[in-house]
């Protein structure tokens, strides 16, 4: 709770140019995203793939998320028959593990390490609290980085809700079938957290504009 006279900070997130950014009072800063901190250390590196391609999956990435968001919040009205198949993986997987979603789709600040992100789900998933991060792309090592920050972020905001360690799983969807996958090495947290202390000390010292 802020003090007497201090003003709460509010998170606001432009959607369009995937920005974050805590206003207190009439000062607006921006915030890191989870993704833009590893884009910065090349741990998300697309360098190699053309920018037209990248653009083009990338948009249909969200189309997928905002497919499977309206599918969970029982708001979906039609469908585009590229994304179906994808949707249909999605459904697949929840009749599989039937898992119970508390968050989806939440902008979440961490002030301590001057973080936002979006965890994609977080939920009870086979008895456990688990956070869930949905993708369309190919599998990369930095998969699990990033959950780890959205596994960060769940903890900071819901410290008196969660139980017990947080377990963290990508799901992969694809046309014809869904993969889940469990990050389980401990040091991943470490790892990000040492990332975001490197990226705010670049910040206040004029290194990152």
């Not at 140019?17 to 884009?39: A, C, E, M, R, W």
């Not at 037209?52 to 999956?57: F, S, T």
């Not at 360690?165 to 990508?170: E, F, G, I, L, P």
Request: charged share 30%; aromatic share 12%; net charge neutral.
């Amino acid at each position: 709770m802020p003090k007497e006279g201090e003003k709460m900070s509010e998170l606001i997130f432009d959607e369009i140019n995937h920005q974050y950014f805590i206003k207190n009072g009439d000062d607006l800063k921006i915030v890191p995203s989870v993704t833009q901190i590893l884009d910065h250390f090349k741990m998300m590196d697309f360098s190699n793939v053309n920018e037209e391609i990248l653009k083009n999956a990338s948009d249909f990435g969200k189309q997928v998320h905002k497919a499977c968001q309206l599918d969970d919040l029982n708001d979906l009205k039609n469908v585009d028959e590229r994304i179906e198949p994808y949707l249909n993986q999605y459904r697949l997987f929840k009749e599989a593990v039937c898992p119970k979603w508390e968050i989806i789709e939440q902008n979440l600040y961490f002030k301590s390490y001057n973080i936002c992100g979006t965890p994609d789900r977080a939920g009870i998933i086979k008895n456990k609290f688990c956070v869930l991060d949905i993708k369309t792309g190919v599998k990369k090592p930095a998969d699990a980085l990033q959950l780890a920050g959205y596994k960060c972020l769940i903890e900071e905001n819901y410290k008196n809700h969660i139980k017990d360690n947080a377990q963290r799983y990508t799901l992969h969807l694809f046309p014809n079938k869904f993969e889940l996958v469990k990050h389980e090495n401990i040091s991943d947290k470490r790892i990000f957290l040492y990332l975001a202390d490197v990226y705010d000390w670049k910040v206040r010292n004029k290194l990152i504009k």
